[in-house]
Antibody, heavy 119, light 107 residues
Framework: EVQLVESGGGLVQPGRSLKLSCLAS????????MNWIRQAPGKGLEWVAS????????YYADTVKGRFTISRDNAKNTLYLQMTSLRSEDTALYYC????????????WGPGTMVTVSS | DIQMTQSPASLSASLEEIVTITCQAS??????LAWYQQKPGKSPQLLIY???SLADGVPSRFSGSRSGTQYSLKISRLQVEDIGSYYC?????????FGSGTKLEIK
């Protein structure tokens, strides 16, 4: 059974940093591209960042480019999101999602980890 | 960036009714479109990919179609377990944008 479990969320002050993790199981992690997608409270979905299976290709939304860094450790079956210079508008539930059925569809999602940016 | 205009924002329908949700892409995205269902308090689930293909385990009452740059999700006979929000997503080019969502309720 495919499982994705995010961790690392919490309450953080504006301007500070936070690192999210996503532990994958039930599939060969190193064969799949992975993504972070977020959802602000009561709002819709926003794609944040993608990383290819071997980390050769990395993409970011303009809203986080230069502040967030996506990475992965295939030996540990873990995806990361390093977030710096956090803003109130980064407050959201952050989902880890696997790419499937081709390049840019998200076929499995974790339950998410909440990030709240507030003083 | 490609904009995905989704309608309606909310929808109330009766059990067994046919429900249709649409998304309009701001430019040609071919068949690079997905639909997701998000039940209350849960993570999104992929329903449809490549505009018309059903994802594994998704009931056959869900279907997708395309007409030019307009895409539709149809639920042929609404069931109580179908309540939640629905989102389209273009998979044509970065950034991979979502529609604003449709909240579906039972009348």
């Amino acid at each position: 059974e495919v499982q994705l479990v995010e961790s690392g969320g919490g309450l953080v002050q504006p301007g500070r940093s936070l690192k999210l993790s996503c532990l994958a199981s039930g599939f060969t992690f190193s064969n799949y591209g992975m993504n972070w997608i977020r959802q602000a409270p009561g709002k819709g979905l926003e794609w944040v960042a993608s990383i290819s299976s071997s980390s050769s290709y990395i993409y970011y939304a303009d809203t986080v480019k230069g502040r967030f860094t996506i990475s992965r450790d295939n030996a540990k079956n873990t995806l990361y999101l390093q977030m710096t210079s956090l803003r109130s508008e980064d407050t959201a539930l952050y989902y880890c999602a696997r790419q499937g059925y081709g390049d840019w569809y998200f076929d499995f999602w974790g339950p998410g980890t909440m990030v709240t940016v507030s003083s | 960036d490609i904009q995905m205009t989704q309608s309606p924002a909310s929808l109330s329908a009766s059990l067994e009714e046919i429900v249709t949700i649409t998304c309009q892409a701001s430019q040609d995205i071919g068949n690079w479109l997905a639909w997701y269902q998000q039940k209350p308090g849960k993570s999104p689930q992929l329903l449809i990919y490549d505009a018309t293909s059903l994802a594994d385990g998704v009931p056959s009452r869900f279907s997708g179609s395309r007409s030019g740059t307009q895409y539709s999700l149809k639920i042929s006979r609404l069931q109580v377990e179908d309540i939640g929000s629905y989102y389209c997503q273009q998979a044509h080019s970065n950034p991979f944008t979502f529609g604003s969502g449709t909240k579906l309720e039972i009348k």
